[in-house]
């Protein structure tokens, strides 16, 4: 599979992803746009790229990790993504303990101590992510960095700062949003 840049990267979630109109967030904000997850994370070539690119996150940002972990639905399959791409293995994080089975809320397998990287998908107050991450450590799993696709940039990195978590984005909303310059006019 050919490497995807950054720019293509970005490029194919606004296509693909990238809506506009008037839409209520899982925070409750309204806003004019939203990014379908499940428009980036169904297409194999985007999922794969974005694997890349998370693997990429974990190496730069949390060297000593052991585990990646994704938080239902949305981020399991990036969490898959970027186990396959970097090697490591990954748990899921259920919204609630399963009433069946094992009735885990953290499922796979690990060991208490492990150090472990959150995948989330899009990121605006992290309220979702910092559910996980109240779970992962009530497993015993120590948690001090999450990798997400794209950072709204409406208060999520630093709720996740105050809970002791550094939020690596792939891209800010500012940034996948931005307009690509057109190579033909000039700059400036």
Known sequence: MPQV???????ALREHAYLEGDFVLRSGKRSRYYLDKYRFETRPDLLAALGESIATAVREHAARTDRLAGPELGAVALAAAGS??????????????????????????????????????????????????????????????????????????????????????????????EKP????????
């Open 84 to 177: 396959l791409a970097s090697g490591l293995p990954f748990l899921i994080v259920r919204k609630a303990a399963k009433e069946y089975g094992t009735a885990k809320r953290v499922e796979g397998m690990y060991a208490e101590g492990d150090r472990i990287c959150v995948v989330e998908d899009v990121v605006t107050s992290g309220g979702a992510l910092l559910e996980s991450v109240e779970a992962l450590r009530e497993a015993g799993l120590v948690v001090e960095t999450a990798v997400c696709v794209v950072d709204r940039e409406e208060g999520g990195g630093e709720a996740l700062a105050g809970a002791g978590v550094a939020l690596w984005p792939i891209f800010t909303a500012a940034e996948l949003l």
């Open 5 to 11: 840049t950054d720019d293509e990267l970005k490029r």
């Open 181 to 188: 310059k057109d190579p033909a006019k000039p700059h400036g």
